[in-house]
């Protein structure tokens, strides 16, 4: 780290450039904290864990005791072992005894994307109630045919509040904050909905996972889903950056000018052979089917083709979608054990063979990414694995809790992760320390007083 500061006082090295270099050491320093607690006063599985959006500082977790708590994750509300160990105990714990508690497990619970005045619960009890922050009451709920899965809001959106929620039903629906009703019921999944996901790139655009195994991607402004991924779609490789994207388009459009411009030439001379205007009449008739079916696979939403329709991104249920931060990727997981990373602009499978891995196949699963999108963090039984999005290679793996792992959540502020799991426990994992030894050698090698907080003022 020091180097990557001198680099950064001297000028070598540009500020985010040397932002990106802090945060991925950080990253792969990452293990359990032994300086930070999370206290937690759940009874049963942790199964949604979600820091907000806006200051990154306060956690929500939800259970399946159907209780919900909020911690203060960088002011600590205790100190233990001397004030090493910092304990953070939960600001608001709301439990089925409160007077509009859930009364079965909290299977979601997520942030209002922009204040953290609000929070939104989803339970098997088929509510999903809109909590006011300060004073620990609902101030909006809505019936779900079924149980509730997983539920989202949009960090883009500005011009709606839409809530998605995934169910037992097929049908998925959008719940409008702003009215407190439905506005939009999407159908086209032929099972229940186990997991949604708004693109990190439009807020109109709404991604699904179903049990049914396919994952659909829908324009919440138009009728009918627009994309089904299908798995035996693939493309090898990554794509090019975009400004060598571009120079490929502009090389691509050229060649295909000089081309048109040649078959022109190369078509009029029949035209001037024949008499009376037949070549010219002849060339549009044969122009006209191309078009057709050029319009006709144009206008094939939503009324899609049934194979296309019929198509799977899993051979099980998808458990888990994660875009990542660009929106040009889309990581999903599924019940048959596989994790797929999805070219979102042409909907292909990038066919990265991530290192084997065994999931929960009975609920849906947090998956959550690095700031760079370059890592992504899987719960995998009892462990938490660090799988490398681009080459689906085990960076790392993290070994803390009892029993099975349900959710896990990344700090971008902080480079923390904290996981819960069967065991009821909230686990914070964080970059390690640097220890004093290493600090005064750092202070002895520029010359200064062995002691890291000695001042050099003047008597």
């Known amino acids: 780290m020091w180097k990557e500061i001198r680099d950064r006082e001297s000028g070598n090295l540009r500020p985010n450039s040397f932002t990106n270099r802090i945060r991925s050491s950080r990253v792969s320093s990452i293990q359990l904290s032994n300086h930070k607690e999370v206290v937690s006063p759940h009874r049963g599985a942790v199964n949604s864990l979600q820091v907000d959006l806006t200051e990154g500082r306060y956690l929500l977790s939800g259970a399946s005791d159907a209780s919900v708590a909020i911690y203060d994750v960088q002011q600590a509300t205790d100190y233990e072992g001397g004030g090493f160990v910092a304990k953070h105990k939960p600001l ?155 120079a490929l388009n502009k090389v691509a459009t050229s060649k295909s000018l000089s081309a048109g411009q040649s078959s022109s030439v190369k078509l009029r001379a029949p035209q001037r052979k024949l008499g009376h205007g037949n070549g010219a009449k002849q060339s549009a008739i044969g122009k006209i089917p191309s078009q057709v079916r050029s319009s006709a696979r144009q206008r094939l939403h939503p009324g899609m083709l049934s194979s296309q329709d019929r198509a799977t991104a899993h051979y099980g249920a998808v458990i888990g979608l994660k875009a990542t931060e660009d929106g040009m990727y889309l990581l999903s997981a599924g019940s048959d054990s596989r994790l797929r990373l999805w070219d979102i602009e042409s909907g292909c499978d990038t066919l990265v063979n991530f290192e084997t891995v065994r999931l929960q196949t009975g609920k849906a699963m947090q998956l959550c990414t690095t700031q760079d999108s370059a890592l992504v963090f899987v719960p995998c039984m009892t462990s938490v694995k660090v799988f490398d999005v681009w080459s689906g290679k085990t960076v790392l793996t993290f070994r803390g809790h009892y029993e099975f792992v349900d959710s896990c959540c990344y700090s971008l502020q902080d480079q923390e992760l904290y996981t819960g799991g069967h065991d009821r426990q909230i686990l914070v994992w964080s970059p390690s320390k640097l220890i004093s030894g290493e600090l005064q050698d750092e202070w002895s090698k520029r010359g200064q007083a062995s002691a890291p907080d000695q001042d050099n003022w003047s008597d």
Not at 154 to 172: K, P, R
């Open 92 to 246: 608001i714990v709301i439990d089925k005894q409160h007077q509009h508690g859930h009364k079965y497990a909290i299977s979601s619970a997520i942030w209002y994307p922009i204040d953290t005045g609000l929070f939104i619960t989803g339970s098997y009890d088929h509510y999903i109630n809109v909590w006011d922050t300060n004073t620990a009451q609902v101030v909006m709920n809505f019936k779900m045919p079924g149980k509730v899965y997983r539920t989202a809001m949009s960090s883009l959106a500005t011009s709606h509040m839409l809530i998605a929620a995934g169910t037992e039903d097929v049908q998925v629906r959008l719940c409008d904050v702003s009215s407190g009703a439905f506005s939009h019921t999407l159908s086209g999944h032929r099972d229940g909905v186990m997991t949604v996901e708004w693109s990190t790139s439009s807020e109109w655009v709404l991604l699904t996972g179903g049990c049914d195994g396919a994952i659909r991607f829908w324009d919440i402004r138009r009728a009918g889903c627009f994309r089904v991924l299908n798995q035996s779609h693939s493309q090898l490789g990554r794509r090019p950056p975009l400004l060598e994207r571009a």
